[in-house]
């Protein structure tokens, strides 16, 4: 059983930064992927960002250039950096993992593991 806690959500102004964590405790076995995904109220869940067990990365539209998804397999722990954050991005952040081979961004469905979520909000 694996268990994702998110970390790292809070307030800030557009134009700032906020780095979200995702701890992950028990095995996740490769091939995986692994995917940071939001959901604003009235709104679909959305990919914002994957990244693979071998370290291939897949980013949604509306990130790309701003995002960066990283992983620290010593500390079993994922990172999401939110750069040049703007309102439209306020939302509730999900980490989340499947067993998979290539990019889960456009299958929120199909992930198998979720966190509780952590929530960001940018004032403008």
């Known amino acids: 059983q694996v268990q994702l806690v998110e970390s790292g959500g809070g307030s800030v102004q557009a134009g700032g930064s906020l780095r979200l964590s995702c701890a992950a405790s028990?095995?996740?076995?490769?091939?995986?992927?692994m995917g940071w995904f939001r959901q604003a109220p009235g709104k679909e869940r959305e990919g914002v960002a994957t990244?693979?067990?071998?370290?291939?990365?897949t980013y949604g539209d509306s990130v790309k250039g701003r995002f960066t998804i990283s992983k620290d397999n010593a500390k079993n722990t994922f990172y999401l950096q939110m750069n040049s954050l703007n309102p439209e991005d306020s939302a509730m952040y999900y980490c989340a993992v499947r067993s998979y081979v290539g990019s889960c961004i456009d299958n929120y469905r199909g992930m198998r593991y979720w966190g509780k979520g952590t929530l960001v909000t940018i004032s403008s």
């Open positions: 028990g095995y996740i076995y490769s091939p995986y992927c």
């Open positions: 990244i693979t067990s071998s370290g291939i990365t």
